[in-house]
């Protein structure tokens, strides 16, 4: 004999559970993108309450269109940066929407993904620019620039975040030079945009690299102290630039330290 496992109670039980799986399922239909995880999922729903299209989508992260076809169907994942640029062109495309049917309320703003990598921000954001004076002296990193060649540019923009990183110098007596020539290789080369401490006028230092004037020549070469009253003016490639030679320090003339560099790859 066989006993009969179960009560009519387990039973109904039993069929509740069975609704309540139902339910879900249901629920699963309704919902296309249940499948993708919760943030994929949020940018496709905002996507086509704002009634936009993927290919729209694509364009706007630099992406082909199927890497997008591939996310929807859960065959590839969002990078975090794409999330990240997906809200932030969904929240434009919401600001930039005239038809209040595609209007996006705040609290779905709210509920956009917010991915673990912080968004891009200027350095200035908070300090702002200042403006440095760019001097299109060609600064000889050879024999040395006439001084009747030079011709003052307009004032280029720098982020105040960054000097205060290069120097403690006051930035009205910055200035952005160019060097030309290959003597002072490879430290220096020609196109280098130089930035130069006017206020730093003397050797103050063992040696350094010196915007000068040596009888009405102009050159950016390292300088070291010869002893009394002399300066050694050097050039760091031998071959380009010729000896080291001294002159005398009432001979020289300095209009200011280099103190930073930038050069395009």
């Known amino acids: 004999m066989y006993a009969i496992i179960g009560s009519s109670s387990q039973v109904k039980t039993s069929d509740n559970r069975d609704c309540d799986?139902?339910?879900?399922?249901?629920?699963?239909?309704?919902?296309?993108?249940?499948?993708?995880?919760?943030?994929?999922?949020?940018?496709?729903?905002?996507?086509?309450r704002l009634g936009l299209k993927q290919r729209d989508l694509a364009a706007a992260l630099g992406l082909e269109e199927n890497k997008i076809s591939k996310v929807k169907v859960g065959e590839r994942q969002f990078k975090a940066q794409e999330l990240l640029r997906a809200r932030e062109w969904l929240v434009e495309?919401?600001?930039?929407?005239?038809?209040?049917?595609?209007?996006?309320?705040?609290?779905?703003?709210?509920?956009?993904?917010?991915?673990?990598?912080p968004p891009t921000r200027n350095a200035s954001a908070d300090d702002g620019t200042v403006d440095i004076i760019s001097l299109d002296l060609s600064l000889s990193m050879g024999p040395g620039t006439l001084i009747e060649d030079m011709i003052e540019?307009?004032?280029?923009?720098?982020?105040?975040?960054?000097?205060?990183?290069?120097?403690?110098?006051?930035?009205?007596?910055?200035?952005?030079?160019?060097?030309?020539?290959?003597?002072?290789?490879?430290?220096?080369?020609?196109?280098?945009?130089?930035?130069?401490?006017?206020?730093?006028k003397t050797l103050s230092r063992m040696h350094?690299?010196?915007?000068?004037?040596?009888?009405?020549?102009?050159?950016?070469?390292?300088?070291?102290?010869?002893?009394?009253?002399?300066?050694?003016?050097?050039?760091e490639n031998k071959v380009a630039g010729g000896p080291d030679f001294e002159v005398d320090a009432d001979d020289l003339r300095i209009h200011g330290r280099a103190i930073w560099f930038g050069r395009e790859l």
């Open 21 to 48: 799986i139902r339910k879900v399922g249901s629920n699963s239909e309704m919902d296309p993108y249940a499948h993708l995880n919760p943030q994929a999922a949020d940018i496709f729903r905002l996507l086509d």
């Open 208 to 235: 350094g690299i010196y915007w000068i004037d040596h009888f009405g020549a102009h050159g950016l070469k390292r300088l070291r102290a010869a002893g009394q009253g002399r300066i050694l003016i050097a050039s």
């Open 93 to 117: 495309q919401d600001r930039l929407q005239s038809k209040s049917h595609y209007k996006m309320v705040p609290a779905d703003v709210e509920s956009l993904p917010h991915p673990d990598i």
């Open 153 to 200: 540019e307009e004032p280029v923009k720098w982020d105040m975040g960054l000097l205060r990183i290069i120097t403690r110098a006051p930035f009205h007596s910055l200035r952005q030079v160019r060097g030309v020539g290959d003597s002072m290789e490879p430290t220096l080369r020609t196109g280098d945009r130089v930035l130069i401490d006017t206020s730093d």
